[in-house]
């Protein structure tokens, strides 16, 4: 996925701009101040078939224990689980059900909105509005009852402000997004997070407002913030803290899986978010953040799957990169 991470250039300015005050802040669900949804925190679900949990069987069988080791600490931890199907409901009711089964919550990933990823290395998704209202509302009826979290269309939000949008295709983006949030909400165990970018994206917070009002935030759980990207949690909390403040109190997750080591320094381009040399698992995901208004930190993007080909020839987005993936593990502290 192109989470743009190379606007990591505009961080200082992002965290130099104060927030524009904007309309009187809407009404938003609150969280506690440590962060915790409560008792001991959320127990979310491990995915045993994923990319992860496969490969470390696969290295056991072939005699590579230490491999193996580094990979499992990537295979022991949960980890959203990205659903972009052509029909949602039945990957999304096996996962409910075996998570439910073990007691535990399943982190959700939905990613089909029209026009996904602005057409680059994540092109895809719903081929127009009618087809996406239809495929969140089979996404909706595959978590029926079952405890969720849900992640919103990565970037969907961001790229508002691109050129792939502009117009009368935002204001449609913004409908569907809307939709998709009280859709996703009429199930009753059901906690949804919109995507709201990352500290490189967001120069000013406050004009952001709008936008996610206009996209349904106030009837949301709050935001997903750095979701594939590496901005340190005190980088995200810098930007996401200020625009949690201008929408009333919204609370957040931020995606840790792989800013053990912050964002590259000095990166252009694809180096800056596309599978960067040199980065590390961050935080292991647990609702007991300690931070004010961070309902969780979470592993969003999968550790160990590839951005993308980054012109210069690396796996397929989503698909595994065994070289990387033993990288994160190995800078991780």
Request: glycine fraction near 10%; proline fraction near 6%.
């Amino acid at each position: 996925m192109n989470s743009y991470g190379r606007a990591a250039a505009a961080l200082a300015l992002a965290m130099a701009t104060a927030c524009t005050a904007g309309p009187e802040p809407s009404a938003v669900r609150p969280s506690s101040s440590t962060g915790s949804t409560g008792g001991t925190g959320t127990n979310f679900y491990v995915d045993d078939e994923g990319a992860a949990a496969r490969e470390v069987r696969r290295l056991r069988e072939e005699g590579k224990t230490q491999e193996a080791e580094l990979v499992g600490r990537i295979a022991e931890r949960p980890t959203a689980v990205w659903i972009g199907d052509a029909d949602p409901a039945p990957r999304v009711e096996a996962l409910t059900q075996k998570a439910a089964k073990a007691g535990r919550v399943p982190i959700l990933v939905a990613y089909h909105i029209p026009d996904r990823d602005c057409g680059q290395f994540s092109a895809g998704g719903a081929a127009n509005p009618d087809e996406y209202r239809a495929w969140i509302r089979r996404f909706a009826e595959g978590l029926a009852d079952r405890p969720a979290w849900v992640i919103l269309e990565p970037d969907a939000l961001a790229h508002i402000l691109d050129n792939c949008t502009q117009g009368g295709k935002a204001d449609e983006r913004l409908d569907l997004l809307k939709d998709a949030v009280e859709t996703l909400k009429r199930q009753p165990r059901t906690r949804v997070y919109l995507d709201a970018g990352n500290a490189g994206w967001i120069r000013d917070p406050g004009a952001w407002v709008d936008p996610m009002r206009r996209a349904g935030v106030t009837t949301a759980d709050g935001f997903a913030f750095n979701v594939s990207n590496f901005f340190t949690v005190e980088e995200s909390v810098a930007v996401a803290g200020r625009l949690s403040e201008a929408l009333g109190g919204a609370p957040y997750v931020i995606d840790t899986s792989r800013n053990g080591n912050g964002s590259p320094k000095g990166a252009q381009g694809d180096d800056a978010w596309c599978n960067p040399a040199g980065r590390a698992l961050g935080t292991a995901p647990t609702t007991q953040t300690g931070r004010e208004r961070v309902d969780a930190f979470l592993w969003v993007k999968r550790p160990g799957e590839s951005d993308g080909e980054c012109h210069r020839g690396e796996p397929a987005p989503g698909t595994w990169y065994h070289d990387y993936a033993l990288d994160l593990a190995r800078n991780a502290k």
